[in-house]
């Protein structure tokens, strides 16, 4: 029901970087990952995302962080291709929880 509530029409499967690259170019809308992943896992496609206008956010709204204040891993977050659909994505997120 979360996703819908987003307008997503259609899951797919893809690499972490992938992933990021695909929200980058316009091809995906959102990703939201709950498993583990570490700092060095997703900061370059954080910044690859931010420079096409993107997002990448914790599940409670905030920036990643990468300093290793938390041992380099990672909290949920979502990652959304403009920041329209953080809103909608973080709520779906909420709910889903």
């Not at 690499?15 to 695909?22: I, P, S, T, W």
């Not at 380099?72 to 809103?87: I, M, T, W």
Request: charged share 20%.
């Amino acid at each position: 029901r979360g996703l819908e509530a987003c307008g997503v029409g259609g899951l797919g499967a893809a690499a972490c970087a992938g992933k990021f690259g695909m929200l980058a170019e316009g091809r995906a809308d959102i990703h939201v990952r709950h498993g583990a992943t570490m700092g060095w896992d997703i900061a370059a496609g954080d910044a690859i995302l931010s420079a096409a206008g993107g997002l990448v956010r914790t599940a409670t709204g905030q920036r990643m962080r990468y300093d290793g204040a938390d041992g380099f891993h990672n909290p949920a977050f979502v990652a959304v291709s403009r920041p329209g659909l953080l809103d909608p994505a973080l709520a779906a997120l909420a709910r889903a929880r």
